[in-house]
């Protein structure tokens, strides 16, 4: 068996280099066509990471808010209640609501009805509004505050596979809330969460009493 000996381009003479250089030549093209290539290929792949961590992220964000989805309801029930409770000891409205839903839009009619007032350059009492801070007051949260769970239980999805809870699962949740890990674009939010959870447990606790 012969041994064909290693070869460097020192090894060459001059002819065998100059003979070469086409097909250098064409691989070094080869190579330039197929940079562009390479680096779009990249730029894609780099895209569809971050497209993925984006998409992680807002599973785990509706997740979160779903839920708690249920304890968002439990609590606007609750407001609704404190709102007939205290609107019947002062006697401030001519109305008892049955649902979370007419007071939304009696909301939205005091907002609306506001702005025409004050283009007039009229006041107006926001009745209702000013009922529901009050009630707010009582657990600790302010409007603003209630908004923004709001619009976390707008965020929610219905049907999110979450197990049902009832108000005897209100610790449990609480315990797991506090050792939940929210993103970071969401630490808000878990403070907004434990906020209404000690309201529900509020009104168990004054509920109980007064049963």
Known sequence: MSYIPYRTINDLDTNQIFAMQPMLKKQIDHVKDFMPIMEELVKSVKQLQEEL??????????????????????????????????????????????????????????????????????????????????????????????????????????????????????PYAQVELAGTTFPESMADYKKLLEKALNAIGIWKKEFVIKK
């Not at 979160?64 to 409770?85: A, C, F, G």
């Not at 001519?94 to 009619?109: C, H, R, S, T, Y």
């Open 53 to 170: 961590v984006e998409v992680k992220t807002r599973l785990r964000r509706l997740e979160l808010l779903s839920k708690y989805r249920d304890w968002i309801t439990r609590l606007r029930s609750i407001m609704v209640r404190k709102m007939n409770e205290r609107n019947k000891k002062f006697n401030i409205m001519n109305q008892e609501f049955k649902n979370w839903v007419e007071v939304a839009e009696m909301l939205l009619v005091e907002a609306d009805t506001k702005v025409l007032y004050e283009e007039k350059g009229e006041r107006y009492e926001q009745t209702c509004t000013n009922l529901l801070v009050n009630v707010l007051k009582d657990f600790d949260l302010k409007k603003s505050n209630f908004n923004q769970l709001l619009l976390m239980y707008d965020e929610s999805i219905f049907g999110f596979p979450n197990k049902k809870t009832t108000l005897a699962d209100l």
